[in-house]
């Protein structure tokens, strides 16, 4: 069972790192080039973070539906 779980957790902490990684690309650019170079690295930090919670939400469902 922990084999099954393992991906999904694998993933949600990509999305994660996706999500913290751009975002200080974002904010970096932003500082160096300004907010016009550096909004679509917000929009993927959203999309990335978008992608963490429903994973962890997935994640959470399937573990309670195996525990009942």
């Known amino acids: ?9 694998a ?3 990509l999305w994660l790192v996706i ?8 904010v970096h ?3 160096f080039h ?3 170079a ?4 917000f929009g993927f930090t959203f999309l990335a973070l978008a992608m963490y919670l429903m994973r962890k939400s ?3 469902k399937s573990e309670k539906e195996n525990s009942e």
């Open 58 to 60: 997935l994640r959470k």
């Open 11 to 13: 993933f949600e902490i």
């Open 29 to 31: 650019k932003s500082v």
């Open 38 to 41: 550096s909004w679509y690295f």
């Open 19 to 26: 999500a913290l990684m751009t975002l200080f690309t974002g």
């Open 34 to 36: 300004g907010i016009g």
């Open 1 to 9: 069972m922990q084999n099954k779980k393992s991906p999904s957790r």
